[in-house]
């Protein structure tokens, strides 16, 4: 199986920590960058873009997809990545010989796969995310706030089900910063020693 993985353009094999928590915090910001954008936009032009507005995150969505994939095409990069000079390149099963000091031998590019899913983790899996979160926070708002409503061994399997799952699944995503952290200070550690 393929992977991408991220290569300092400066000449180091790996970018440093710090690079890449840099790279993570910028992309983070991308978002509500874009929706102060759409919303400049439509308060100077309410009749024709005030639509917008009610479909925001949607826009945002479509505004990001083409941005990131021309940054993936260009540049084997996210715009973040490329911002701070880090690639992608493509190792396969076959590259576990490759010389990743040496970045002229590294093959550039990224095989159309690897582009498609590295635009789907980047951005339908964060706005996935935003709207399973959006969905849940709604469940609980209007159990908490109808009595009437059914008891969660009542609800109906399915929203059972999406509970279940979106409690467990979305403490992943949350904890993958901080395997991070402790695997810089792990190698940091052991590189001292």
Not at 156 to 177: D, E, M, T
Request: proline content about 6%; glycine content about 6%; hydrophobic content about 50%.
């Amino acid at each position: 199986m393929d992977a991408a993985h991220l290569l300092d353009v400066a000449g180091a094999a790996e970018p440093s920590f710090f690079e890449l928590a840099s790279q993570r915090s910028m992309a983070l910001v991308l978002g509500p960058a874009l929706k102060y954008l759409v919303t400049v936009l439509a308060s100077w032009r309410p009749r024709e873009l005030g639509r917008l507005l009610g479909r925001i995150d949607e826009v945002i969505l479509v505004v990001e997809y083409f941005l990131q994939r021309h940054y993936l095409r260009e540049h084997a990069a996210t715009l973040a990545e490329n911002f701070y000079g880090l690639k992608r390149v493509s190792l396969s099963p076959n590259d576990g010989d490759l010389d990743l000091g040496n970045v002229d031998a590294v093959p550039s590019g990224l095989t159309a796969r690897q582009r498609a899913l590295s635009l789907f983790f980047t951005v339908m899996g964060p706005y996935l995310a935003k709207k399973a979160e959006a969905y849940h926070v709604a469940l609980t708002r209007n159990r908490n706030h109808d009595n009437s409503a059914p008891a969660p061994e009542n609800a109906p399997r399915l929203v059972q089900a999406f509970r279940r799952v979106f409690l467990k699944g979305s403490a992943i995503p949350r904890a993958r910063p901080l395997d991070r952290v402790l695997l810089f200070l792990l190698l940091l550690c052991c590189a001292v020693l």
